[in-house]
C-alpha cells in the first residue's frame, strides 16, 4: 500500500472554523471532529480504521506476532496481599483473563476464594474494577465500576463472608476513592452531580463529599463538603486508623500540592482546616491521637516527613530530605518505610517515630518495589519487586526478624540471562544531565543496526520507573532494544526536577527525548531509521511535539491517546485541570509558550514527517478523542511523502486503565506489525 498525500485518506472536509486567541486568528479546521457521535465523524472513524486495517493485514508476521504475544502474557501473576480484618486479599490473574480476580483468605498459605470477578461484569471484559475499599472490620468491601474505559465510577458494596451485594448503587463517582467509618454504617466518597449532557465531553467541575449510610438511596447521602467558590477543587475522603478522623485531601487541577482538612467523626465537630494553604504536597501516613504524620514536600522538594498537632498547628521534621526523591512512606507500628528513588530505581528505608534511620529491606537489584500497603498493627509487610527484565516477585517483610521470604515468583516462558538492562547518563540541550535505561538482548550487536524503540513521558511529577511488561519481552525477543528516558517533567528527582519540565520551560521535556535520541544513534545502538518514539497520555504530547521539531531525526512515532491540542485541551473532561503543567490559552502569555508547540498547530505542508500511527480510543474521557482524531487528519493532509499516517481507534475502551487483556495484546500487536513493515524489520 503506498500512500500519496492526503489523496490516499478518508476524506476530511475542512470546516470555518477561526478562533480569535488574544488579537491572533488560528483556524480549526477539523473542528467538526469534536462531535465526535457524529454520522460524518462515525463514517470517518470507520474509513480511518478500515484502511489502518488494510495496512496492517499485509504484514505477514502479524499474526505470529499477537500468538507470542498471548503466549508470553498467559502466566500467572499475583499483587502484594494485605490484611483487611480476618482476612488477607490479594488481585490474582490466571495469564490471559481480561481483568485480575480479587480474593480472599484466611491464610497464604491455604485456600482462598474469588470475592469479586470483573471478568463476569461483561462478556468482553470492558467492565473494569476501577476501586476497593475494605470496613475497618473487613467484612464490607466498597467497590467501583467502570465501563469501557471511562473515569466515570459505580459504587456498590459486597459482603465479604457471603460473597452477596447489597442493595446500594451509587453513580456519578470520579477521582476519589471511598473511606468507611469505623463502625461500618457507610463511608465517604466523592463525585460530580450528574452532568446533564455529553458524558464523554463536558468539563467536569464542583466535585462535592458526600456520606453514604448503607441501605438507603443515594439521594439520602449527606453532603459533608462541598466549595461552590472553588469549582477547581477535588476533593477525596480517608479515615484515620483509629477511626476518629476524616481527613480531607483538597487538590487543584493536577499540581502535586494540596490541602488538607480533618473533621472529628468522634465529637461530631466542623471541618478543621489543617493544612490549607497548599504549599507543598501532603500524604497522610497515620495518627496518634491528635498528632498526625504526613509526607510532604513543602520546604523540601525531594521530600520529608514530618507531625503536626492539631492545636498547635506547626510541622516537626521527623524524616529529613535525602540527595534521593522519597517517592512513598507507610507507617507499620511505630516505624515509617520509606521508598525512595535513587535514579529512578527503588531503596526501601526504614525510620522509627524519631526519624532514626533502622537500615533498608534488601531488594534484588535495580529495580521497582511497590506494596507496603498495610496496618500499623501488621507485624509484616509484603510487596513486590521487578524490572524489564524480572516479572514482579511478591515478597514477605518480617519486621522482628528483619527476614525477607518470597511468597510467589512467576513463571514466564523466557530466559531473564539472555537479556541486559544498562543505565546510562546523557547531557541535555542545556546540559542537564538525563537519566535512561537500555534493555535488549545481550546477543544484540551495537552496531547501529538494531531497531529501537524509545519512551517517554516527562510530565505531571509521575516517574518511569522499571518495570516487566510481556509487550516489552516479545520487542526485545524481535531484536529490538527499548529505551526509557526519565525526561524533566517527571517525579525522579524531585519538584524541582518536575518542575523544569512545566509551562514555559515545557520545551526542556522536548530537548531531553531528543537528546535521548541523539544519544542511542550516536552511541550506535540505532540509526534514525530505525528509530521509534513511543508515549501515551502527556507521552502522547512528548511524540507528537518531538516527531514535528526533528522529522529527520525518528523512523516511526506512536503517539497514543496524546493531548495534542494545547490550545483546546483545557475545555473537556478534566482537561482544565493540566492547567498546573500546561498553562492555557485563556491568558495571552500562556497561548504564546502552547502554540509554539502544539503538535495539531505547528504541523506544516510539504514536510516529510516519520511513519506515524496514531491510537486512541472512543470512550477517552480523560484525553479526549478529539486531540487524535484532528491531529490525524491535519497530519494525512500535509505530509510529504510516502511514508504513512494511520489512526487506530479502539470501540468500547478508555484512556488505558482497565483495558481487557485481549485488547491491550490486539493493539500491541498491531503496533509492532507496523513497526516491523516501517522500520523494515527481519
Request: aromatic letters at 12%; one cysteine or more; proline letters at 5%.
Amino acid at each position: 500500500m503506498t500512500f500519496r498525500g492526503s489523496r490516499n485518506y478518508p476524506p476530511a472536509p475542512h470546516s470555518d472554523v477561526v478562533d480569535d486567541y488574544h488579537g491572533r486568528q488560528v483556524a480549526d479546521p477539523f473542528r467538526w471532529l469534536e462531535d465526535i457521535d457524529s454520522p460524518q465523524t462515525s463514517a470517518w472513524i470507520a474509513a480511518q480504521n478500515d484502511l489502518t486495517e488494510r495496512f496492517l493485514a499485509a504484514v505477514p508476521r502479524r499474526a505470529a506476532i499477537r500468538e507470542r504475544l498471548e503466549h508470553v502474557w498467559d502466566y500467572e501473576r499475583f499483587s502484594p496481599p494485605s490484611r483487611e480484618g480476618r482476612h488477607y486479599v490479594f488481585y490474582k490473574n490466571s495469564g490471559l483473563q481480561n481483568q485480575s480476580v480479587l480474593y480472599v483468605a484466611a491464610t497464604l498459605d491455604g485456600p482462598a476464594r474469588v470475592l469479586i470477578d470483573p471478568n463476569l461484569f461483561s462478556i468482553d471484559g470492558t467492565v473494569a474494577l476501577s476501586a476497593i475499599a475494605f470496613s475497618h472490620d473487613g467484612e464490607r468491601a466498597a467497590y467501583a465500576i467502570s465501563h469501557s474505559g471511562s473515569d466515570w465510577l459505580e459504587w456498590h458494596v459486597r459482603d465479604v463472608e457471603s460473597g452477596a451485594d447489597l442493595a446500594d448503587c451509587l453513580q456519578w463517582g470520579k477521582f476519589s476513592g471511598a473511606a468507611w467509618r469505623a463502625d461500618g454504617s457507610g463511608f465517604f466518597y466523592s463525585r460530580y452531580d450528574e452532568p446533564a449532557d455529553a458524558l464523554f465531553k463536558t468539563a467536569n467541575y464542583f466535585h462535592k463529599l458526600y456520606f453514604h449510610r448503607l441501605g438507603t438511596a443515594q439521594a439520602e447521602d449527606v453532603l459533608v463538603y462541598e466549595r461552590p467558590d472553588h469549582k477547581e477543587w477535588n476533593i477525596a475522603p480517608v479515615v484515620s486508623e483509629d477511626g476518629r478522623w476524616l481527613v480531607i485531601y483538597v487538590t487543584e487541577g493536577t499540581e502535586p500540592r494540596n490541602r488538607v482538612f480533618v473533621q472529628d467523626l468522634a465529637a461530631g465537630s466542623g471541618v478543621v482546616e489543617l493544612l490549607p494553604d497548599a504549599d507543598g504536597k501532603y500524604e497522610f501516613l497515620g495518627n496518634d491521637s491528635d498528632r498526625f504524620y504526613f509526607q510532604t514536600t513543602r520546604d523540601a522538594p525531594r521530600g520529608r516527613v514530618v507531625s503536626i498537632d492539631l492545636a498547635e498547628r506547626k510541622l516537626r521534621e521527623i524524616v529529613g530530605q535525602s540527595t534521593d526523591e522519597l517517592d512513598s512512606v507507610a507507617m507499620f507500628g511505630d516505624r515509617f518505610v520509606a521508598h525512595h528513588l535513587h535514579d529512578a530505581h527503588s531503596i526501601i528505608r526504614l525510620y522509627d517515630l524519631a526519624g532514626q534511620e533502622l537500615g533498608e529491606i534488601p531488594l534484588p537489584g535495580l529495580g521497582t518495589a511497590g506494596g507496603f500497603q498495610g496496618k500499623r498493627a501488621d507485624s509484616e509487610a509484603y510487596f513486590s519487586f521487578t524490572s524489564y527484565t524480572a516479572p514482579a516477585t511478591v515478597y514477605r517483610y518480617d519486621f522482628s526478624t528483619h527476614a525477607t521470604a518470597t511468597v510467589f515468583r512467576p513463571a514466564v516462558d523466557f530466559d531473564p540471562d539472555l537479556y541486559t538492562s544498562e543505565q546510562v547518563f546523557y547531557t541535555s540541550k542545556d546540559g542537564t544531565r538525563i537519566p535512561m535505561i537500555a534493555t535488549y538482548r545481550r546477543d544484540v550487536v551495537l552496531d547501529g543496526s538494531a531497531p529501537a524503540l524509545l519512551y517517554g513521558y516527562g510530565g505531571f511529577d509521575i516517574s518511569l520507573t522499571p518495570a516487566f511488561s510481556p509487550a516489552t519481552l516479545v520487542w526485545l525477543e524481535m531484536g529490538g532494544i527499548y529505551a526509557v528516558a526519565n525526561l524533566r517533567g517527571g517525579g525522579e528527582y524531585g519538584e524541582e526536577w518536575h518542575l523544569a519540565g512545566t509551562k514555559d520551560r515545557k520545551q526542556n521535556v522536548f530537548d531531553d527525548f531528543i537528546a535521548a535520541a541523539r544519544y542511542l544513534i550516536k552511541n550506535r545502538y540505532t540509526r534514525p531509521e530505525k528509530l521509534a518514539i513511543m508515549g501515551g497520555s502527556n507521552g502522547g504530547l512528548l511524540v507528537g511535539a518531538v516527531m514535528i521539531q526533528e522529522p529527520e531525526l525518528f523512523g516511526a512515532a506512536l503517539p497514543a491517546v496524546g493531548v495534542l491540542d494545547m490550545l483546546r485541551f483545557q475545555k473537556f473532561t478534566i482537561g482544565w485541570a493540566w492547567t498546573s503543567d500546561y498553562g492555557s490559552s485563556d491568558d495571552p502569555e500562556q497561548f504564546e509558550w502552547l502554540f509554539a508547540y502544539s503538535p495539531l498547530h505547528n504541523l506544516r505542508a510539504g514536510v516529510a514527517y516519520p511513519p506515524t500511527l496514531v491510537t486512541t480510543a472512543d470512550h477517552d474521557d480523560r484525553v479526549f478523542p478529539g486531540h487524535s482524531f484532528k491531529f490525524a487528519a491535519r497530519l494525512q493532509e500535509v505530509q510529504s511523502g510516502d511514508a504513512p499516517v494511520l489512526i487506530r481507534i479502539e470501540s468500547k475502551a478508555g484512556h488505558g486503565a482497565g483495558k481487557p487483556t485481549a485488547k491491550v495484546i490486539e493493539e500491541v500487536a498491531d503496533r509492532y506489525a507496523f513497526l516491523v513493515r516501517v522500520l523494515d524489520i527481519t
